[in-house]
Every structure is written in structure tokens, then in C-alpha cells.
DNA sequence: TGAACAATTGAACAGTTGTTCATATATTCT
DNA sequence: AGAATATATGAACAACTGTTCAATTGTTCA
């Protein structure tokens, strides 16, 4: 997590290699992007999104139901929704006092698609 | 990141929506699964780690490379290397002192590129 | 064998994250 | 207006994460 400029070691291996690193270096997309992407897989990277995520494939809900069907405190599930929708991954709608939340992107699905064909592979 | 069970508030809304939540939980896999699912994303969700791979996408390297290449120590490439190979991502060999490590996943690839679709989708 | 190189490993530290608790906001109903 | 419901929000805390540093392992070459 800490983010401080790091002394490179002298390594006799990356002369020889040089050129490939240097070829590899060239086509790496740029840092903010490669920022943005990990960010995004950050959001992925917790049990209690995932299920919200996997809840609202399924169908829209409230806050209160998601709750209920995690057996969770509203207030959790309330701070991970407002995460989800900061990565644009959720919307939401109100209708009284009550708030639904539904699905706001189309590769969720896929990513999780391939994402289980990983899990899956390894036996 | 605290795993305790968590009592649940009481809702009016829960008792209307109770089919359709009942529904959801029904079709919703098996925590286990979800659990691997976060995991991996987890693996996705730090930039040193997405550097790595998209690197090796593009070539085999050693750790030296991979060092040199995103200006960090050996040391905390390693440490990532071992994470993306506890997670099989990557695999490696040894030639000599040098250790070569390449993608060990086909999905590594897809999962980026919608990954980057929801990226630009958004504007 | 010993020196040098490449990589790994463990402990430690700062920074981050997810939940809880208390409180605030928004809406409806009486 | 006030009470009740639904959600949002901020502070605080424990648990976790990524990098650094120091030490270790494994390999080659003189």
C-alpha cells in the first residue's frame, strides 16, 4: 500500500534481457489506466459486494432486503452499496422511503463468468 | 474485514419483498464459491499485481526484468509473484539462477479487457 | 571452496479496509 | 407538527495488506 519511489538493484540478468524488457515496457498500457483497473477489481475483491452484486443480477432490491438476505446491518450494506456505485457498477431509484438498487453495467456477469471458469479450472 | 455474525435490524419492507428475496437467496451460489470469487478478484485488485501480469501477458521475464521493468525492488516482486502463484496465475522455471515466470491462465486476458470495457464505458 | 548473483522468506511498519455504533437525513402517516 | 420507517453518513477500531529491510537459500563460476 505504501506508494514511495523505490531504488531499483543493479541485476546482470536485465542487461542481457534489456531489449525484451524494453519492447515489454513500451506496449504496458499507461499507469492510469492499470491504476483504474485495479481499483475497479478492488471493489470486486470483497465477499460482501460480491453477494450484493450477485443479488442484484438476479433482481432489483432495497437496502433493507439486501440486509435481510445477508444478515447484515443495514448501515454495512448501505457503505458497500455507496462503494458499488461510486465504481458505477450499481444504480439506484426511489420510491417513497424506500430505495432500490439494481445493476448498472453489463460486463459484471461476464467478468464473473470468467472469473468462476478460473475457480473452476484448477481439478 | 471483522467476520462476525451480525444481528439483523427489523424492516417492514423485508416482510413485502419476502418472495422475491427468498427467490434470490435460492439461486445465489454457494458461499464457498463467492468466496473463491472475491479471492481471486483480490489478486486482480492491486496495481503491482496488474503490472505483473500484463507484462507477462507479453513475454516471459525474471524477477530481475520484472523489477527493473516497474522500477521496484526484487524483493517485493517476488513477494507479489508468490501471491499470482498461489492464486494460479502464473507459473515459473528455473534455468540456472534465474527464474522465469509466464501467465498460467487464459482468462487473465478476457477478464482485463471487460474490465477495461467498463472503464470506457463510462463517457 | 568461496565469492557473486538471483530469488525467496520472515518480521515489522505504515497505510488501508470493512464493520459497528451513534447520529443525521428523508419520507410517510396520523 | 411529531412519530415511525428507510437510508445515509462520520468516527472509531480491529484486521488486513504491500513494501522495506535483513537474512537465507540456491546456483554458477573462478
Redesign the interface.
Known amino acids: 500500500m505504501a506508494k514511495k ?5 543493479k ?1 546482470d ?2 542487461v542481457i ?1 534489456k531489449e ?2 524494453n ?3 513500451a ?3 499507461k499507469e492510469e ?15 460482501t ?3 450484493i452484486l ?2 442484484l443480477a ?2 432489483e ?2 437496502v ?2 439486501i ?3 445477508l ?4 448501515s ?1 450494506i448501505s457503505h458497500q452499496l455507496r462503494i458499488l456505485k461510486q465504481a ?2 450499481v444504480k439506484n431509484r426511489r420510491d417513497g422511503k ?1 430505495v432500490y438498487y439494481s445493476l448498472d ?1 453489463d ?2 456477469e ?3 463468468g ?6 473452476y ?2 481439478r
Not at 489506466?33 to 465477499?47: C, N, P, Q, R, S
Not at 444478515?71 to 443495514?74: A, G, K, L, S, W
Open positions: 519511489p523505490n531504488p531499483i538493484e541485476c540478468a536485465e534481457h525484451i524488457v519492447q515489454v515496457k506496449k504496458m498500457p489506466i492499470l491504476y483504474d483497473l485495479a481499483e475497479l477489481f478492488k471493489v470486486f475483491g470483497d465477499t459486494r460480491i453477494k450477485w443479488a438476479e433482481s432490491m432495497c433493507c432486503d440486509a435481510a438476505l444478515n447484515m446491518t443495514q454495512a458505477k457498477l424506500i453495467d460486463h459484471v461476464q467478468i464473473f470468467q472469473g468462476l471458469a478460473h475457480i479450472e484448477d
